[in-house]
């Protein structure tokens, strides 16, 4: 059996780890890794896959940027052919990114089975692109994956009990993903070893392309840190630069993005959590 995973970003890879890892213990299993390249992380070095054990992607199709219809558009023409090439029994997605839409259409327009990872999440907020991709991506699979009791129920209020496919909860591959890990965290180069800081992130474009949502975060992280604790936050480039454009004063201590081990440290270090990512409010459970 060949299974095809398709993957377009760091955390995917983080929690195609643990999945991998089990796929290739099964005999007769062949599991090939598509790497999309929608999200550039220079954090993907030689080192991060050696460091968490993760598989080198067998194709690099280095498609990112432009609208969402264009990302989405040359993803599913590359990934067509490579299912053609090889000829897979099975693909395999996860979670709600534009590569996940475009694995699993290229699939069930070949007529290859599509599972999906991350199955019956929603935030019944259709402006969020995530939510499209991940609604379209149920109902295009066969074999559903949810991690919660939440996520089975809302496929069965859409309708899922009455069609071909199986809905199973098996729990939060990106709570096993950290959980594994946990053992190989590091602190990060420019925090020093001290415990009970409030770790904060903001990345989210509904949050950073907001002028006026984005000065009201940052005077909200301000006055935590003055009055509360002292606040992290490891801040893109970008961001930082549109605060700068915008005039936004940040008081916090604001650090460089980090690796995943990395931010794993400050998790497992911090008191509380501020987020705006999905991802780092499971991984703080």
Not at 47 to 70: A, K, M, N, T
Not at 213 to 220: D, G
Request: hydrophobic letters at 40%; glycine letters at 8%; a negative charge.
């Amino acid at each position: 059996m060949k299974i095809l995973t398709v993957l377009g970003a760091r955390p995917q890879f983080i929690k195609a780890s643990v999945v991998s890892h089990y796929i290739s213990k099964l005999p007769g299993v062949q599991e090939v890794v598509v790497h999309t390249g929608q999200h550039f992380d220079a954090n993907m070095s030689d080192v991060f896959f050696e460091q968490l054990g993760i598989p080198r992607p067998d194709y690099q199709l280095s498609i990112s940027g432009g609208s969402h219809g264009s990302m989405t558009g040359r993803m599913l023409i590359e990934i067509e052919k490579v299912i053609e090439k090889e000829g897979p029994d099975r693909l395999l997605v996860y979670g709600d990114t534009n590569s996940t839409l475009a694995g699993a259409l290229a699939a069930a327009k070949l007529h290859v089975p599509v599972a999906h990872i991350e199955a019956g999440l929603r935030s019944f907020n259709m402006l969020m692109p995530e939510e499209v991709n991940r609604i379209l991506t149920d109902q295009v699979s066969d074999i559903l994956y949810c991690p919660t009791q939440v996520a089975t129920e809302n496929l069965r209020r859409e309708g899922f009990d009455s069609k071909p496919v199986e809905i199973l909860k098996v729990g939060d591959v990106m709570q096993d993903s950290a959980l594994l890990f946990s053992q190989l965290a590091l602190p990060p180069s420019d925090v020093e070893s001290k415990e009970g800081f409030i770790l904060a992130t903001l990345h989210r474009a509904e949050n950073t392309d907001d002028p006026a949502r984005l000065a009201s975060i940052v005077k909200a992280l301000n006055n935590i840190h003055t009055t509360v604790a002292p606040v992290l936050l490891p801040l893109h480039p970008r961001t930082r630069g549109v605060m700068a454009k915008l005039g936004i004063e940040l008081k916090v201590n604001a650090i460089d993005p980090v690796g995943y081990l990395e931010m794993i440290w400050l998790l497992q270090h911090c008191g509380i959590v501020l987020t705006d990512s999905g991802g780092v409010q499971k991984e703080a459970l």
